[in-house]
């Protein structure tokens, strides 16, 4: 099976509807129904986080449960440790001098050499939990450090916010049939 059917199936499984997801995450919900119909092309960290918090799942749990127990097995840590001349601690540390090298990082995480430069210089907002991951192993860090890290107060909705959210999909809906009828 591939994630996209795992998320599927785990979606269909949840005992909530599209709807009430919507409202506690704040996924849309044309985005949840590609999610649910193996049309979602890029299932990204955010929405990994928020539906890990809405299922109560484990960070490494609900990793296995989308992309298969030994998915991430062939990322390799980067072993790297330089030795630098004063100078070189003087770079790294007082004006970020890159260290870790690139290529040892493109190679073991498998990610393209632009996909890095994109999520580090331009926007990371739509980083994929697939590759968040990767970096994490590349780095030795533990599952979840990174995601933690970027995406630090993600949070669901609070029952208030949720029941307002979901009258609100509700009047959509009804909008949209009453639209449909005339």
Request: proline residues 3%.
């Amino acid at each position: 099976m591939n994630w996209k059917q795992n998320l599927s199936s785990i979606i269909i499984n949840s005992g909530y509807q599209l709807s009430e997801i919507c409202a506690w995450t704040n996924i849309e919900v044309p985005t949840l129904s590609g999610m649910k119909n193996l049309k979602h092309p890029n299932f990204t960290c955010k929405e990994f986080l928020l539906l890990k918090l809405l299922l109560k799942k484990q960070h490494t749990t609900f990793l296995n449960e989308i992309f298969g127990e030994g998915y991430f097995d062939e990322i390799k840590k980067v072993n790297y440790t330089p030795k630098l001349t004063r100078l070189g601690e003087i770079l790294r540390d007082k004006h970020q001098f890159e260290v870790l090298p690139k290529k040892e990082v493109v190679e073991n995480s498998k990610l393209k050499s632009s996909r890095i430069d994109y999520l580090v210089f331009q926007e990371d907002e739509s980083i994929r939990i697939e590759e968040i991951t990767r970096l994490e192993l590349t780095l030795g860090a533990k599952f979840g450090y990174l995601c933690d890290l970027r995406f630090p107060d993600l949070r669901i909705n609070s029952e208030e916010e949720y029941l307002i959210k979901l009258e609100q999909i509700k009047e959509y809906n009804r909008e949209g049939n009453n639209r449909r009828k005339k």
